[in-house]
């Protein structure tokens, strides 16, 4: 079973207006962690926000903020007020604790972004 | 030099070729994974190396031989490649421990075309 699911291949919004991309995830871990990151056309993955499961108030970066709806183990991405650099693929990640001390992170299918001038 | 650093950013190579991808992290992070990523397909985690151990090595193929010779470098080595292993390969970083989860700080990446 996917543990990351990302069911938008591809989104469209108006420069200056706000998105949301959706993420739900699956685990039967009480900790663990959730990440979005930015992959622009030239490939390296930019993070931009992390929501900690046990975290109460939902994750805020500048632009970015994530929905955490822990019941409907769900993460959406927000961005407010969409610039044309924000045009690229978004890709929602998953870090269970699992007894190991390193970060294992299992990544959704992604969502590619595109901004209209 | 900063972050975290990959050369080289493309490479096309015969079947028959040995090549290596090298990846260099400028954070002091004690762990580095590789990843796969093919077209339409999520990202895939291929090793972990944590504190220069390899902790993790997700059922690749032995065609694919990672090295960790440090805690700041890491190699992927390649040899009699198939034309389905080509695809983005990202290097990551960061700094690990029990319970912590701190983000993977990701390379750009090289691109492998394989002939």
């Known amino acids: 079973a996917q543990k990351i699911t990302q069911t938008q291949p591809g989104m469209f919004v108006q420069e200056k207006e706000a998105v949301t991309l959706d993420c739900t995830y699956d685990?039967?871990?009480?900790?663990?962690?959730l990440f979005w990151y930015k992959q622009p056309s030239s490939g390296e993955m930019i993070f931009l926000i992390y929501q900690g499961s046990y975290d109460e108030q939902n994750a805020t970066e500048g632009r970015y903020s994530l929905n955490f709806q822990k019941a409907r183990k769900s993460a959406n991405l927000v961005i407010s007020a969409s610039q044309l650099g924000d045009s690229a693929m978004y890709f929602c990640a998953m870090r269970e604790a699992g007894g190991t001390s390193y970060g294992k992170l299992t990544f959704g299918q992604g969502t590619i972004l595109t901004v209209h001038p | 030099e900063t972050g975290v650093t990959q050369t080289p950013r493309h490479l096309v190579m015969g079947m028959t070729n040995k090549k290596s991808l090298k990846c260099e992290q400028h954070?002091?992070?004690?762990?580095m994974y590789w990843y796969k990523q093919s077209a339409k397909k999520p990202l895939e985690l291929m090793f972990v190396?944590?504190?220069?151990?390899?902790?993790e090595n997700n059922s690749v193929p032995s065609r694919f031989s990672p090295e960790c010779p440090n805690s700041s470098h890491l190699f992927l080595h390649l040899h009699t490649l198939q034309p389905e292993d080509s695809a983005l390969y990202l290097c990551a970083s960061s700094q690990d421990g029990r319970g912590s989860y701190n983000e993977q700080f990701f390379g750009p990446g090289t691109r492998l075309t394989v002939l």
């Open positions: 190396y944590s504190l220069e151990e390899r902790v």
């Open positions: 685990t039967s871990d009480q900790s663990y962690g």
């Open positions: 954070l002091g992070h004690n762990a």
